[in-house]
């Protein structure tokens, strides 16, 4: 249940706390199951209209000055910082994850807002030198223009903001299809939005399903950019539906991340590493470690201080005290994290810790550790999204760059060890978009966050993240009488 507090910042014209007699979407509460409110299902003609919104909202947005769109944007940060535990309240109720992580995550989620108003202001062009000393030739970077972003339901705040602040700084309006779970959050942060003086519709929410509201921002000629966030199976399918109307894309897609722990690692150093990168959410971020590899010499000891350390983990109803792990996000994620454990012991894994659901009734799954995992295992090739450790074992450098690149996934990596040039080397021979040494938490806004290979297209955050919403314009200027 939403106490009142938490309803007045969901004040939306979309949104309803009783059982509607419009189409809707029931949200849940993702510990105990209990509907938390009903957001309006868009339907295709919804989401027509809102796109020519979103048109001559951008027409009048582009033209306020850079400063103005930065100022607006801080007002925003302010918002969203002042009801920081608010959001973050909404944003466990209906995702899950405890509210320390969801505290941290609404936090993560205002440091774009913060980073893109600071880059606003920093869209600088180029002059190129001519080749004809009567010409001057100039490179201007202007807003794309409308722009969409499909959000997922792990980081329903920090992914919608990651994407629409470089696309507010830039001068463009978004339209946000958010996680069908998890909408609550985007609309909390579309209100403050509000509040903080962003003209009306460069933001707009539009709840509902993949074909109605997806695949319509897709084939929309009017929208000129898309971000998505989420598997690679689906930014195949988004691509094909923006392949007619040529829309740029960025795509945040899969992982299958490896996190390499050498003999001459720092064993503490790493166990953290292997704990913040693996037991985040519950195990359901795209860059949590999903092939841990440990060296022979150390294998034995990490793997007893990885497993005394999940021992203490607390798994329960996230605004709980002292819980650590939330539930799942659904019946679909603990089948997923059951198969890949029954697969690697039927094939020679061991049970170290954990290895079952807590109940039927719900999606609390426990901390899990498997040790001795080999390649063949399916954990080896698929992404688990979920809380299970996957000790693998290696004994050369050679050998476990080989097989940690052994996959078509190139998102994010780490490698711990104490060897300055072995942290070089193996950090520039991983096929991964980012590599974490000596530390399992990577993300933060002034990182180029974004994967290779099928793991996706572009980058968000940092000085780059700005870039997938500008188009370069190239004036040729004849000085010639
Ligand atoms: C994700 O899982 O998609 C994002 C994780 C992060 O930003 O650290």
């Known amino acids: 249940m939403l106490d009142q507090q938490l309803k007045n910042l969901l004040r939306h014209t ?17 510990a105990t199951g209990v509907s938390l409110a009903w ?9 027509e209209a809102a796109i020519v919104r979103a048109e001559h909202a951008q027409a009048l947005f582009k033209q306020q000055s850079a400063l103005q769109r930065a100022d607006l944007m801080m007002a925003w940060y302010q918002l969203i910082l002042k009801h920081q535990q608010d959001l973050a309240q909404i944003l466990t109720a209906e995702q899950g994850k405890p509210l320390s992580e969801a505290n941290g995550e609404i936090k993560y989620a205002a440091s774009f807002i913060r980073w893109f108003a600071e880059q606003a202001r ?16 100039l490179v201007l970077k202007q807003a794309i223009g409308v722009t969409a ?46 509040q903080a003086g962003l003209p009306r519709d460069v933001m707009i929410t539009l709840s509902g399903d993949s074909v109605d509201v997806g695949q319509t921002l897709c084939e929309s000629p009017i ?13 195949r399918i988004l691509m094909q539906q923006c392949a007619p109307t040529i829309k740029k894309l960025s795509l945040e897609l899969g992982g299958n991340a490896p996190l ?12 953290k590493g292997i704990m913040n990168s693996k037991y985040r959410n519950s195990g359901q971020t795209c860059v949590c470690a999903n092939r841990i590899y440990i060296q022979d010499g150390v294998y034995d000891a990490v793997s007893q201080r990885v497993i005394e350390e999940v021992a203490k983990l607390k798994m329960g109803d996230g605004r709980l005290a002292d819980v650590t792990q939330g539930p799942l996000i659904d019946e679909d994620a603990i089948i997923k994290v059951q198969s890949h454990i029954e697969d690697a012991i039927d094939q020679g894994a061991k049970l170290a810790i954990g290895g079952k659901r807590l109940a039927p009734d719900n999606t609390f799954f426990e901390p899990t550790v498997l ?4 390649q063949s295992m399916r954990v080896a090739r698929e992404e688990t999204f979920g809380p299970l450790a996957a000790l693998f074992r290696f004994k050369t450098e050679d050998e476990v760059i080989q097989m940690a690149n052994a996959t078509e996934f190139g998102l994010a990596a780490y490698l711990f060890s104490q ?22 938490l990577i993300s933060n806004e002034a990182s180029s966050f974004g994967g290779i290979k099928q793991s996706g297209l572009g980058r968000e955050g940092s000085q780059y993240g700005i870039e997938d919403y500008l188009e370069l314009k190239y004036m040729c200027i004849d000085l010639s009488e």
């Open 419 to 440: 060897n300055t040039a072995r942290q070089w080397r193996v950090g520039e021979a991983l096929e991964y978009g980012m590599v974490g040494i000596n530390t399992g």
């Open 260 to 271: 390499i722990v050498f003999d001459d690692a720092n064993i503490e150093q790493a166990v």
């Open 122 to 137: 920093r869209i600088d062009g180029d002059v190129i030198t001519p080749v004809q000393s009567q010409q001057r030739l």
């Open 223 to 235: 929208v000129r950019k898309l971000s998505f966030t989420g598997s690679t199976e689906v930014g």
């Open 371 to 374: 040790t001795h995992v080999t």
């Open 14 to 30: 979309d949104i309803t706390f009783q059982a509607p007699s419009f189409d809707a979407i029931e949200v849940k509460d993702a």
């Open 39 to 47: 957001v309006k299902k868009h339907d295709r003609a919804d989401v």
């Open 149 to 194: 972003a499909i959000t997922p339901w792990n980081f329903p705040a920090a992914m919608i903001t990651r994407k629409i602040a470089p696309a507010l700084a830039a001068g463009c309006s978004m339209l946000i299809k958010p996680a069908e779970q998890t909408p609550l959050s985007a609309y909390a942060l579309e209100v403050l939005a509000m």
